[in-house]
């Protein structure tokens, strides 16, 4: 099970935005290659709280980013230090279609975002990114719950004309949740 076959499937899953698609298609995925124990814990983590706090998040980040009038919003979230998340405000922005992901290393305004404990701690125990296909299910469900999450929050942002995009910490390529429109 190459985890990076999965990912690049993942983000064109994520498209459509039918986020409870999303995360349905790689909870089978996990039951199938992780079991139901493992699966069950993850599914029984509630993201109602998070969720809330990262779009309130979400939303000073937009409102720093449109008083600056920068073009994106890259949400990071990292895997291996207890699922902490961060928004960064980027005064430049690359389309995906453009393959050049570097204008998130020159982010000007950072903001936190909350962490997720409970996954970091099912990674921790259970995933990872090796050949074990296991460990790669649960970390693909984990994702797939973290980034559906987020594209809930996305969606309750007014359209505008900025970039929202997210990934784990060194995630390449980055995810673009919502893309500039012109």
Known sequence: MNIYNYLDQMYEDLNDKKWDAVEAKYREIALKSSGKKVVKRIAAVELGDYQKSLYECLLEAVELAEGLRFPAIYF?????????GRFLICSEYYPAHEEDDDWVSEWEEELDAPNLAPFAE????????????????VTLYLIARTVCAFGRCVDDIARGKMAICIGFHDQSPIWRIREIRK
């Open 122 to 137: 099912v990674y921790q125990e259970s995933g990872g990114y090796d050949d074990d296909d296991s460990r790669v299910g």
């Open 76 to 84: 990071e979230y990292d895997i291996d230090n207890n699922w902490q």
